[in-house]
């Protein structure tokens, strides 16, 4: 059943932007003649939907192969929350955020490659879904497992749509998550990633100050 629904969501996410393309192509050749600024027009659109299906087509092919990928790296979450930070720094000031990470650090076991797209989906999603002139804090601490906390200054998740926001394709904010390009994946994925390592994500607080999400993982003395 959550297979089958999961492949209703993706062909769903898949067509949208195909039937904005064909609708906006054939309004524009029943059209005789056409002035410079529609040619824009059109370009730009296409390039926005054809942008969208392979930033969804990508994501999707990351979730069908996490299974095989090897997770016997050792990992300091320190260092690739500060890799994390650096490609994301541009998008970071493009929103006015501030990003910062507390001291500590604790080690594990896994795949960098995999360990690093969810905390980068993690910080991505919490740049793009907070206040202007707001930020984004890495905590890093160690108690029975290793924890990687993403804090925000946000609007906050209402306590209804803490757990469905690691569904695949759910969104809080649908009309706000396609403008900002999202295919309600994000999540889901880190989600996946945490399960492959043994570990779980979940939203531990949240108000209308900011909202807090961590990654809770095997040590590497316990993996």
């Known amino acids: 059943?959550?297979?089958k629904q999961f492949v209703a969501s993706a062909a769903h996410e898949l067509r949208t932007p195909l039937a904005v393309m064909q609708t906006n192509l054939e309004v524009f050749y029943k059209k005789p003649e056409h002035a410079p600024q529609e040619y824009d027009r059109l370009f730009t659109m296409l390039q926005e939907q054809t942008g969208?299906?392979?930033h969804l087509a990508e994501i999707l092919l990351d979730m069908t192969g996490l299974q095989t990928v090897e997770r016997s790296d050792t990992i300091s979450l320190a260092a690739l929350t500060e890799e994390v930070f650096?490609?994301?720094?541009?998008?970071?000031?493009?929103h006015q955020i501030r990003l910062i990470q507390t001291e500590g650090d604790c080690?594990?076991?896994g795949s960098y490659i995999l360990l690093y797209r969810a905390v980068y989906n993690l910080v991505e999603n919490a740049i793009k879904y907070n206040r202007p002139s707001g930020s984004v804090t890495v905590n890093i601490h160690s108690a029975e497992s290793a924890v990687?906390?993403?804090?925000d200054t946000g609007i906050g998740i209402s306590p209804e749509n803490q757990e469905?926001?690691?569904d695949p394709f759910y969104r809080v904010d649908k009309s706000r998550s396609r403008a900002m390009g999202?295919?309600?994946l994000g999540l889901a994925l880190v989600s996946e990633i945490a399960r492959q390592h043994n570990g779980q994500v979940k939203v531990t607080q949240s108000s209308e100050k900011g909202s807090t999400i961590?990654?809770?993982l095997p040590k590497s003395t316990d993996y």
């Open 1 to 3: 059943s959550a297979q």
């Open 52 to 54: 969208r299906l392979s």
């Open 86 to 94: 650096c490609d994301l720094d541009p998008v970071a000031d493009k």
């Open 107 to 109: 080690t594990v076991t």
């Open 148 to 151: 990687l906390e993403v804090t």
């Open 164 to 166: 469905k926001i690691f």
């Open 182 to 184: 999202g295919a309600g």
């Open 214 to 216: 961590a990654l809770i």
